[in-house]
T-cell receptor, first 112, second 115 residues
Framework: NAGVTQTPKFRILKIGQSMTLQCTQD?????MYWYRQDPGMGLKLIYY???????DKGEVPNGYNVSRSTTEDFPLRLELAAPSQTSVYFC???????????FGPGTRLLVL | GEDVEQSLFLSVREGDSSVINCTYT??????LYWYKQEPGAGLQLLTY?????DMKQDQRLTVLLNKKDKHLSLRIADTQTGDSAIYFC???????????????FGRGTQLTVWP
């Protein structure tokens, strides 16, 4: 998975609980992305970052927060989990000036 | 948002060729991609094509781009059971003033290869 690590692999949350999905890269790439993949659907962009200290919203940011204090880490925070956030979450990276995004293995989240 | 459409299912016999089709709506797309997703795994980049190209070949994979019709296809020659997976088409529109490189994905085509 091109130097992208995601933890945990799988998690079950109760409604209203919070958690942080971790994404770490060892490629020193500037760009990092969080996507969610709902069953039978393509990926939707949640948040992205163009470098340490810089983040911005994607298509579906509601219910999530991110931070980027280092180049390596881009955690995604769910504050009040809802069943609609049941999904598979993918982190991706891209080097500046390059055309391709490389994806991590994903975190499967179930909110009950 | 941009729309990327794919048929949802394709079944082929082992050894035959597979052709997975995709249509997109944004004429400013700069790059178009094919990703493969095996069960329980992340997305693996298979290949991509720049919008000023008509065709790209990489071993068993051939990508054809018809920019006029906004149609992209992926042909897999001599399809094997190990090719069974979901294949996602994605486009990268031109973002004036932005280097984000945002991708828009289709829903994926489930390819099943029968022995």
């Amino acid at each position: 998975n091109a130097g992208v690590t995601q933890t945990p692999k799988f998690r079950i949350l109760k409604i209203g609980q919070s958690m942080t999905l971790q994404c770490t890269q060892d490629m020193n790439h500037n760009y990092m992305y969080w996507y969610r993949q709902d069953p039978g659907m393509g990926l939707k962009l949640i948040y992205y970052s163009v470098g340490a200290g810089i983040t911005d919203k994607g298509e579906v940011p509601n219910g999530y927060n991110v931070s980027r204090s280092t180049t390596e880490d881009f955690p995604l925070r769910l504050e009040l989990a809802a069943p609609s956030q049941t999904s598979v979450y993918f982190c991706a990276i891209r080097a500046g000036g390059q055309e391709t995004q490389y994806f991590g293995p994903g975190t499967r989240l179930l909110v009950l | 948002g941009e729309d990327v459409e794919q048929s949802l299912f394709l079944s082929v016999r082992e050894g035959d060729s597979s052709v997975i089709n995709c249509t997109y709506t944004d004429s400013s797309s700069t790059y178009l991609y094919w990703y493969k997703q095996e069960p329980g795994a992340g997305l693996q980049l298979l290949t991509y094509i720049f919008s000023n190209m008509d065709m790209k070949q990489d071993q068993r994979l051939t990508v054809l781009l018809n920019k006029k019709d906004k149609h992209l296809s992926l042909r897999i020659a001599d399809t094997q059971t190990g090719d069974s997976a979901i294949y996602f088409c994605a486009e990268r529109p031109y973002d004036r003033g932005s280097t984000l490189g945002r991708l828009y994905f289709g829903r994926g085509t489930q390819l099943t290869v029968w022995p």
